[in-house]
Nanobody, 120 residues
Framework: QVQLVESGGGLVQAGESLRLSCAASVRSVTTYDMGWFRQAPGKEREFVAAIRRSGGSSAYADSVKDRFTISRDHAKNTVYLQMNNLKSEDTAVYYC?????????????WGQGTQVTVSS
């Protein structure tokens, strides 16, 4: 059974950093495009970042560009989201997922999410 397990969330102050992890099972994070999404209370889930299977290029939402970095570790079969200079508007539950190639559309498998709370 394909699984994704997110971790690394927590409560931080504005300006601080966090690194989220997403451990995958069954599917390799290097043979699929991978993405991070987030959902704030009362809002729809939104795209945050993607890393492509081919070449490892990345894409980001404008709201996180230059602050967040997505990466992956083949040996650990894990995708990461390094979040720097966090802002209160980054508060949300963060999810990782497999993506359709060259898109920001999920293949439908989601983890349980990890809560990130940024206090101002």
């Amino acid at each position: 059974q394909v699984q994704l397990v997110e971790s690394g969330g927590g409560l931080v102050q504005a300006g601080e950093s966090l690194r989220l992890s997403c451990a995958a099972s069954v599917r390799s994070v290097t043979t699929y495009d991978m993405g991070w999404f987030r959902q704030a209370p009362g809002k729809e889930r939104e795209f945050v970042a993607a890393i492509r299977r081919s070449g490892g290029s990345s894409a980001y939402a404008d709201s996180v560009k230059d602050r967040f970095t997505i990466s992956r570790d083949h040996a650990k079969n894990t995708v990461y989201l390094q979040m720097n200079n966090l802002k209160s508007e980054d508060t949300a539950v963060y999810y990782c997922t497999f993506l359709w190639p060259e898109t920001t559309r999920s293949l439908g498998t989601w983890g349980q999410g990890t809560q990130v709370t940024v206090s101002s």
